[in-house]
């Protein structure tokens, strides 16, 4: 079984600095998917960013970026010139790239981020 | 832009009483989910379904718990007889065909309350 690591709860930082959330899966599958969902207080989860395991490439999204060591099987985020609307639980999650069936996202136990003015 | 609807947003409810939360998944999607969420603790699995039956379960969706699409459109979670520790955050999920990407667009919950 897969499992997914956020060995951080809490996180805080100011406005405008660069914070790295941490996330560590196992798996003994080669092709998969990690994502980093955002839930903001009271809302629904919406994807911050994706990376398909095949890539050595990491992925970015405008201030957001990952880290992805397969073999440490580590998937970090960096959220540069961090703003308010950061202020969310960040999950990390992964997904088996499977050919049938709906596969499941196993999430971390997340990380509060908070941005202060 | 399309998304998960859940209705209700919040529900109390005795120990013991009957729940069906209801679920619009996106209309062109084909894998749907449902996760729950206890207050302050991590996002958990509970089942997921294509193809008009369950794909896979959790160990946390025993006899009590049980999903149907009812007419196409509605994915429902019914909780046949509650208890306290079903009182959590439950979301569902729905993933368009096999060979996308892979994203999971979640509704905003249902927050249920056991007393």
């Known amino acids: 079984a897969q499992t997914v690591t956020q060995s951080q709860p809490e996180m805080s930082v100011q406005e405008a600095e660069t914070v790295t959330l941490s996330c560590t899966y196992d798996?003994?599958?080669?092709?998969?998917?990690l994502f980093w969902y955002k839930q903001p207080p009271s809302r629904q989860m919406i994807l911050v960013i994706r990376?398909?395991?095949?890539?050595?490439q990491n992925a970015t999204e405008n201030r957001f970026s990952v880290n992805f060591q397969k073999a440490a099987k580590s998937f970090s985020l960096k959220i540069s010139d961090s703003q308010l609307g950061d202020t969310a639980m960040y999950f990390c999650?992964?997904?088996?790239?499977?050919?049938?069936?709906?596969?499941?996202?196993?999430f971390g136990q997340g990380t509060r981020l908070t941005i202060n003015p | 832009e399309p998304e998960v609807t859940q209705t209700p947003s919040h529900q109390v409810t005795q120990m013991g009483q009957e729940v069906i939360l209801r679920c619009v998944p996106i209309?062109?999607?084909?894998?749907f989910y449902w996760y729950r969420q206890i207050l302050g603790q991590k996002v958990e699995f509970l089942v997921s379904?294509?193809?008009?039956?369950?794909?896979?379960k959790s160990e946390i969706f025993d006899d009590q718990f049980s999903v149907e699409r009812p007419d196409g459109s509605n994915f429902t979670l019914k909780i046949r007889s509650t208890k306290l520790e079903d009182s959590a955050m439950y979301f569902c999920?729905?993933?368009?065909?096999?060979?996308?990407?892979?994203?999971?667009?979640f509704g905003e919950g249902s927050r249920l309350t056991v007393l």
């Open positions: 990376q398909e395991a095949y890539k050595q």
């Open positions: 209309s062109n999607h084909l894998y």
């Open positions: 379904f294509y193809n008009n039956e369950i794909s896979e």
């Open positions: 999650a992964f997904m088996k790239h499977g050919s049938q069936g709906a596969q499941k996202l196993v």
């Open positions: 798996t003994s599958e080669n092709n998969y998917y």
């Open positions: 999920a729905s993933r368009a065909r096999q060979g996308s990407t892979g994203e999971l667009f």
